[in-house]
């Protein structure tokens, strides 16, 4: 599991961290950290190094000792002189390094205006600054978190740097795992400074390939039957989106339940069990519900159908327009961004430019568990650190994806998943299989049905690593 923390604890565990050092030695971790992953600028290249008041700036400055010993020339734009980080800039400076006025011309730069100190926005020069990347484009790296980002909101409020890789401390940033200011990152490498054992429970978690045993308890042993493997009831699909249904039926079908229960008219349910033998339709006892991909009209009917069960729910699609004002029993909402905004009565691009505040207000509102969708997939639940979900390409935005996952999480929940993890679980697993599927290229929402078994075995395998 990949972890991010905020500021204020961050901030915390480098005072308690720093205590146990001698001086300066935190900042020569980074510094080192920081040129090894520099690696790939050649010897005689030109960067500039953009440097801003605090440590971030520091930072910068000593790896620039490192990167001039093994032949790389750098070039310095300082913020501001007087509040540059004296030592930092001598050190440089001694070691060959040159001030400029503005940049131009290099083919590499560093962007250490701000750190983790930073307030949003970037303002004067740094503005000035970015626009010449933003023109000129160099290849860009980022120290710690891309300047001008809110840190802690993974928001873009204002002027901010747009980089291709980011080397960070310590642990991740919220910026850095969550939509938008992730995508202003670039490829994230972490360095380790040794804060880990001052940190505590991070504010974002991102399933990695290592968490295969957080399938464990869902998966069958020698005395498991269908029925204690759970059964999931769906109820999915309409005359209007007859595909839903059976992206559902094929998504939960990859999943762990023992068996799926559907639930529609008699001419759908045919037409399901035609195409899913093993699927039995009509109502009976069910460990788990999903209700809403391509429901229609039918969704609130069905949500208040599958609510009287009093057992786990997914919610997705039409049926979101029908939540109940707090859930009573444990719940997945699946909302895409434009879903969640009617829900909160709001725009899409208030949720675009916030998916962590409004999913995570939206899991406290209906007290339930939020997995908002996204390139960047979130699941918040109150209480809990917020998950993010980093598998996955952009070719993933196609038609049915959605009511795959739907269905896929639903059969982990019904397998005995709590809504955190099966959601979870399932975006990982829906982003591992879309990959898996056609790596690079196009696919259709049925491909990564059908690339999910592989995907599970391998996860729980400790394949995928
Ligand atoms: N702590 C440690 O032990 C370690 C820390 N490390 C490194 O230190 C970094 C954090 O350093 P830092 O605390 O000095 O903050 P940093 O972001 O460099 O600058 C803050 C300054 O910028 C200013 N400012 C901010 N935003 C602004 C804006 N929009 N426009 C204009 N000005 C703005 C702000 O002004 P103020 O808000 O005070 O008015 C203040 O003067 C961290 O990211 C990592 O790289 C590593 O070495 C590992 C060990
Ligand atoms: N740019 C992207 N990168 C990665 N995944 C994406 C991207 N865009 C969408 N997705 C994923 O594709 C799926 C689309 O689901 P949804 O919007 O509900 O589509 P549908 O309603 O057609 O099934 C979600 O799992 C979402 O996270």
Redesign the pocket.
Known sequence: MLSAHTVGDI?AA?EAL?ATLPDGE??RR?ARGLADSLGLIPAGEVVVCLI????????ALYAATHLLDRGVRVDLCLLDES?VHAEGLAAAQAAGAQLVKAPGGQHWCLDAI??????P???GK?AEWESWLDHERPYTFV???PSGVDVDGATLPGVHIGAEATVT?GTYKNALLADPAAGAAGTVSLVD?GLAPHLPSPSIEAIDAFDGHLLDRALPDERSHKYSRGVLGIAAGSEQYAGAAHLCVAGAQAGLAGMIRFVGSAALSQRVVDRAPEVVAGRGRVQAWVVGPGSGDDAESQLAMALEDGVPVVVDASALQHVPDRFEVPALLTPHAGELAAMLDTTREQVEGDPLGHATAAAQRWNATVLLKGRRTLVAQTGAPTRVNLSGSAWLGTAGAGDVLAGFAGSLLAAGLDPRDAGSVAAYLHGVASVQANPDGPIVATDVAYALPSAVAAFVRGDLA
């Open positions: 901030r480098e720093a935190l900042m980074a801003g008041p605090g440590n971030n700036g520091g930072d509040t701000f750190g983790i100190g930073a307030r926005g970037l303002t740094a120290v710690d978190v401390f400074i």
